[in-house]
């Protein structure tokens, strides 16, 4: 029976991750320090769900001893315990740096003492290609676009060059190419992926990180939201399910993609401004009221993902549409929480 480590699995994805991969009958560690607010819940419902083949380590993947018990067994590594927000690495750089790039670092480093290191997946950022430099973008209605066609039919590709705006971004393209170079120098099978948005269950959303189960939360509680800038950034958005799908194609396929690094969303069919996310939510609901703020350091006007290496390579395709993905996130919020007060 395989064994996955999954750094980070009490969180957002790799809750989802470690659910998938004990619902398919293998066996999980999870190690994460607990640091993020809300991903204690995720803990529990997994330990509830899974009762068996579920191991935890609760502890920091910056802990080189902790990262070696972890690794006791295990046949393949999804990394993605992190530092997340780009505010909070503003706030305290030092911090964000010694998770994202020195745990990055530990943990290459506990695989590379191993004979055979397993396969290693580690989840970058679009945040690695900073303020896309050379994408001129125009307003466009409720939205920004850019004024380039190619770009506006299929996203922005790996070959942009990379400029880590902001301290996160520094931390997370720092480990980003660690990760890769370890491929080259040691043949470690490594793979990257830079991701754009991610949205879906078990995601603790709050204003610095996760904004679309952000918003919804506000809205399903009648609260206020602020948008940081005019509402007009462009994101594409990939639904939790559809990443997971990506990743365990990229982890099948590791010695033919090892070394390369992936940008991953939902592509050009699947964008939305925040503006327009929240008329989705007004079309479930209450569309909440918004108050405006300041632009955020290193946040983009237009950020959309060209997948096609990844496409192309495995024929990997998301299924899951914005207005279908933000329906099912809907569903599960206001039935996780009615089970909540239940159980009050
Ligand atoms: N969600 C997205 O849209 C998105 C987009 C781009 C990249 N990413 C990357 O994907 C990964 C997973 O993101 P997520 O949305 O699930 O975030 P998340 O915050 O829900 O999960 C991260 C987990 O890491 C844990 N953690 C933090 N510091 C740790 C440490 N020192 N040791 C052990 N565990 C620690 C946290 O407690 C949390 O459970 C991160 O690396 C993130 O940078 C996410």
Redesign the pocket.
């Known amino acids: 029976m395989r064994t996955t480590l999954v ?9 989802n991750m470690a659910d998938r991969l004990l619902s398919q009958g293998e066996r999980v560690v999870v ?6 607010i809300g ?1 204690e819940n ?1 803990l529990s419902w997994l330990r509830a769900t899974h009762p068996d083949r579920l191991q935890v380590e609760v ?5 080189a001893a902790v990262v070696r018990r972890a690794l006791q067994g295990v046949d393949q590594v999804f ?6 927000a780009v505010t909070t690495s503003v706030t305290d750089p030092v911090a964000d740096y ?3 790039l020195g ?1 990055t670092v530990t943990l290459l480093e506990e695989l590379r003492r191993l004979d055979d290191a397993p396969p290693l997946l ?6 690695v290609y900073g303020k896309c430099k050379g994408i001129e973008v125009v307003e466009r209605g409720d939205r920004y676009e850019p004024s380039d066609e190619a770009v506006r039919t299929y996203g922005i590709g790996e070959d942009q060059p990379l400029q880590f705006a902001s301290p ?1 971004g520094c931390s ?1 393209g720092g480990a980003d190419q660690y990760v890769l170079d370890y491929a080259d120098t040691y043949g470690m099978p490594t793979v990257v ?7 879906g269950p ?3 959303g709050n204003e610095d ?2 904004w679309v189960a952000h918003f919804l939360m506000q809205a399903l509680d009648g609260n206020p939201i602020t948008l940081y800038g005019d509402g007009r950034q462009v994101r594409d958005v990939l639904f939790v399910d559809d990443l997971l799908d990506a990743m365990q194609t990229a982890m099948d396929r590791v010695d033919e993609l090892s070394g390369s690094a992936f940008n991953m969303g939902g592509g050009p069919d699947s964008t939305v401004s925040l503006l327009q996310l929240l008329d989705m939510i007004g079309d479930l609901g209450a569309r909440p009221d918004v108050e405006f703020g300041p632009w955020r350091v290193g946040d983009q006007r237009y950020y959309v993902s060209d997948t096609r290496r990844f496409s192309d390579a495995t024929g990997w395709a998301p299924k899951i549409a914005p207005e279908q993905g933000v329906a099912l996130l809907h569903e599960w919020l206001t039935s996780s929480r009615l089970a909540a007060s239940r159980a009050s």
Not at 193 to 199: G, K, L
């Open positions: 750094t980070g699995g009490a969180g957002f994805i790799g809750t190690l994460d320090d607990l640091s993020r991903v995720n502890g920091d993947v910056q802990d990394h993605f315990a992190a530092q997340v010694g998770v994202n745990g580690f989840t970058s950022t679009n945040k996160y997370k992926f830079r991701m754009s948005c991610i949205y078990h995601q603790c990180q996760g």
